[in-house]
């Protein structure tokens, strides 16, 4: 099973921006004192915060460690002291003594509102950096309940969840995301897309992964996306096998068709359908394209280009008389099978016109596979809007409707 997952998961930096000189920049912890500090505290502090101008970390803890040591602190000095040490931490890398003087510091109610939400978000993203996740989840979701509304914290939520291999939380915020920017008339960020097709494969959900990758191609048509869904809704079970020719076709369209043997394939199906203007077509193409008329098959490639010519020349003398007897039918199917040829020869009007006549005439044996056919006639012919309109009417279970959903994504990048 392919999955997506790209630069998203190393979107956050090891702390947001905000954890890695918080305090330093948030004003000096002794000016911040709310009152006079004893001697034996301020002291010391004053020398830690010296040295910590000096970058000589291990001796700044040893006088905040000092300040700590007295006796009967008062509610503002034990606060003081957390502050210097988360400082003094922070710059040092001391991830832990910094983390559990930033929750001590949150703890004590002190902080203004915006402070706290500041310093909230740090602890999420230290706690990110040592690679505690369920910690940094807690802290970046009480960060966001808190009223808190940096995007980066919502990254970070969301790649902590995934790297905790917690998928369906992962899930659940793409997600709303992904609503949240198609009801704003956004496209959903691709890495994000990709990241829930990641967790989907994970879960081993096929059909929330294939309508992940369906979106994927909906807003950024890359070729990875189309060969991954295409070979998917192939290889699911209770696909029909008289639908190989209309996968062909969706290679083609989508730039997909690159080998000398699916070339090959796709030409003789239609023969074999007697879709010989088409398979005139894809063999010429073929040929134009480098792919055919070269290499150990190259005389049968070229012998298939003459049988194909010869068809199609000889199938344009028909078209007339198939037409009146397709007419005279009790059913409706000769007449959409003789438009749908009509419009590999390049009549795509009197195509589109014999087939609308003929599945509203009815009677038909397989009318999904129809609607399906005048949808890609309708593409075919520049009728983008009509053809995604028809495509949403395909249901079917045999593979038929998924074609189709491809087809109107196909054709809603081709109006774009």
């Known amino acids: 099973m392919t999955c997506y997952r790209d630069s998203y998961l190393g979107l956050v930096s090891a702390c947001l921006g905000v954890a890695a000189l918080f305090l330093l920049s948030a004003g000096s912890p002794l000016a911040l004192a709310a009152e006079a500090l004893r001697p034996e505290v ?11 101008k000096s970058k000589k970390y291990q001796e700044a803890l040893a006088k905040v460690r000092e300040a700590d040591q007295a006796s009967n602190k008062t509610p503002n000095e034990s606060y003081t002291i957390e502050r210097m040490r988360a400082a003094v931490a922070t710059a040092a890398g001391d991830m832990g003594a910094a983390i559990r003087s930033y929750e001590a510091i949150i703890t004590s109610g002190r902080l203004p509102a915006a402070e706290q939400l500041k310093m909230i978000q740090a602890v999420a993203g230290m706690y990110y950096q040592t690679k505690d996740y369920s910690k940094a989840v807690t802290w970046a979701s ?30 659940r915020l793409l997600q709303a995301d992904l609503q949240s920017a198609e009801s704003a008339g956004r496209a959903p960020a691709e890495d994000q897309l990709q990241l829930m097709a990641t967790c ?8 929330a992964y294939a309508g992940t990758l369906e979106k994927l191609l909906t807003y950024y048509p890359k070729k990875d996306y189309w060969v991954d869904l295409i070979s998917r809704v192939q290889r699911k079970p209770g696909f029909a ?37 088409e398979a005139k077509k894809i063999v010429d193409r073929g040929f134009s394209a480098g792919v055919l008329g070269a290499g150990s098959d190259a005389d049968r490639q070229k012998r ?14 028909t078209l007339a008389a198939a037409e009146t007897e397709a007419a005279a039918a009790r059913d409706g199917g000769g007449l959409v099978n003789l438009g749908f040829n009509y419009v590999g020869y390049g009549q795509y009007d009197k195509g589109i016109a014999l087939m609308e006549q003929g599945i509203r005439k009815g009677g038909l044996k397989r009318p ?3 609607k399906l056919h005048l949808g890609i006639a309708y593409l075919l012919a520049g009728q983008n809007a009509k053809a995604i309109q028809m495509f949403k009417t395909v249901k079917g279970t045999d593979g038929t ?3 189709a959903r491809l087809w109107a994504i196909q054709a809603r990048r081709s109006t774009s």
């Open 42 to 52: 301020g002291k010391p502090l004053q020398a830690a915060q010296d040295l910590l």
């Open 304 to 317: 298939l280009r003459d049988l194909a010519g010869k068809r199609a020349t000889e199938g344009q003398t």
């Open 368 to 370: 999904e596979d129809d």
């Open 200 to 207: 989907y494969a994970k879960q081993k959900d096929d059909t």
């Open 241 to 277: 096998d008289r639908l190989a020719l209309d996968l062909y076709r969706l290679k083609l369209a989508t730039g997909n068709l690159t080998t000398a043997a699916d070339y090959m394939e796709m030409a003789q199906l239609a023969l074999g359908d007697d879709f010989t203007g």
């Open 142 to 171: 009480r960060y966001l309940k808190e009223g808190g509304t940096d995007p980066q914290v919502r990254t970070l939520l969301v790649q902590s969840y995934y790297l905790n291999n917690d998928c369906a939380n992962v899930a």
């Open 401 to 403: 409707a998924e074609l």
